[in-house]
């Protein structure tokens, strides 16, 4: 059963396997699958792009989506996740996205369920379709990882995209600096060896990825104001100046315009946001894909590895 829980436990030649799927999907590959199947999608967080994205990706696979919404669900009557799943495996459902505020809210699930799980996120843990997308927008960009120099900048101990994104484009041979507030650093899974002064992350990538300012998982009020954020390790007008030719801006969203970059960077030349969005459907169709097909057993990764390469 092909769960899809985080980006670390994927071998390179899966994670190119996905990739592969998703470009040929952007480029209009059709797959259905052979019978009737549904989904669907389990968000106990707020999300427009992830539960979105996955909608369509669903129906653009042929696949019944079965609306489900947590707040007028049994999940309200104090039904676990555990039973809601089992639940709905029980109902036909054929495969489950969830996101959840608890991090690694899937170990309670996996070996128990008879249905494949996607993560759409846990707690400050994995975002595993982030970093699959995320992937593919660099590699529509520079065709290679290798020798690629990615700069992690923000609010890196709260995302669950840095380390999901550290992990996996190390492996791919890219190199990973981090810059932003050091309070805000994960010097436990991340090495400190690798924090540059913003400024120099920003004038030295290929890629300046920037994260959100997490203020709901913050404990206490942040130390900055939204305007002193961004003067100190925002991505400034004065600070684009400072890019290489060709590196391009990334960003998984929601952004805080005027606090993680400027408003008119958003939408600027060098700016892949949107294209993380539209790559985000891709992805999930390649996922959903991988996950169905492992219903019935058998992915042949190793020839999507080659054609990728
Ligand atoms: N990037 C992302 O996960 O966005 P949503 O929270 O809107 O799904």
Redesign the pocket.
Known sequence: LNHLLTTNELKVEEIYQILTDARKFADGMKWKPESQMFTANLFFE??????SSFEVAERRLGLEVIPFEVLTSSVQKGETLYDTVKTLESIGVNAIVIRHDQDRYFDELVGKVNIPIING?DGCGH?PT?SLLDLLTIYQEFGRFAGLKIAIIGDIRHSRVARSNADVLTRLGAEVIYSGPEDWFDNRSLSLSRFRPIDEAIRESDVVMLLRVQHERHQQKGNFTANEYHKQYGLTIEREKLMKPGSIIMH???VNRNVEIADSLVECGRSRIFKQMENGVFVRMAALKRSLESLKGGNNYEAAYSELK
């Open positions: 707020p999300s427009t792009r992830t539960k996120g975002h982030q998984p969203a929601p």
